[in-house]
């Protein structure tokens, strides 16, 4: 699976828009870029992923480059349940085969009043 | 949907006992599960792939002796921690992927604290 790089730390002022990039410049043909976040003492939780089209569901949404050699991962109104480790992981997917997930050290996103 | 169940949520033992968390999904057969393992201020660690009905897979470091994973039906693994000691202290979860979007998303459990006194 490709390696990916995220920022440590962000802060992001409530009702605000929270923008969480990564970059992911090894990433193959086939493989999907998914992201994550863990909030303290909690299990992670799946936002949202994509090959190369842009995507949007209820609590995000992920914009990919042209190059597909980064992410910007996007919460449009950040509230303080927010607040979590992000990690973005990018792997191959395939039908029919589970694979396994490698998490980086992610980005923790501490949003504020 | 696509939820997955831990149970127990927190244990605490004596060294040198054993003990058994249950990954359980809840809405949907997975063939497939996985367990992490967390330390404090660090990131998810896989130790092994639970197959349904074969042998776990283990990552290296992984001592497939003390960490008995048992898979015996499409919504039930466990992984049974064998003679604990402090240091086997951690965060444990399971992972598991029910394939409705034809890519295997994988949703995870709440997580069981271990701690070994």
């Known amino acids: 699976d490709a390696k990916t790089t995220q920022p440590p730390s962000m802060d992001c002022a409530e009702g605000r828009a929270a923008n969480l990039p990564c970059n992911h410049s090894t990433i193959s043909g086939n493989e999907y870029v998914y992201w994550y976040r863990q909030i303290h003492s909690q299990g992670p939780q799946y936002i949202i992923h994509g090959l190369k089209n842009n995507e949007t569901n209820e609590m995000a949404s992920l914009i990919i480059t042209e190059d597909r050699k980064s992410s910007t991962l996007i919460l449009p109104h950040a509230t303080l349940r927010d607040t979590a480790v992000y990690y973005c992981i990018v792997r191959v997917s395939q039908h029919g085969t589970a694979s396994k997930l490698t998490f980086g050290t992610g980005t923790r996103l501490q949003v504020t009043l | 949907g696509a939820v997955v169940s831990q149970h127990p949520s927190w244990v605490i033992c004596k060294s040198g006992t054993s003990v058994k968390i249950e990954c359980r999904s809840l809405?949907?057969?997975?063939?497939?599960m996985f367990w992490y393992r967390q330390f404090p201020k660090q990131s998810l660690m896989l130790m092994a792939t639970s197959n349904e009905g074969s042998k776990a897979t283990y990552e290296q470091g992984v001592e497939k002796d003390k960490f008995l994973i048992n898979h015996a039906s499409l919504t039930l693994s466990t992984l049974t921690v064998t003679s604990a000691h402090p240091e086997d202290s951690s965060f444990y979860i399971c992972?598991?992927?029910?394939?409705?979007?034809?890519?295997?998303?994988?949703?995870f459990g709440p997580g069981t604290r271990l701690t070994v006194l």
């Open positions: 992972s598991a992927s029910p394939w409705t979007s034809g890519t295997d998303t994988q949703y």
């Open positions: 809405d949907f057969q997975a063939t497939t």
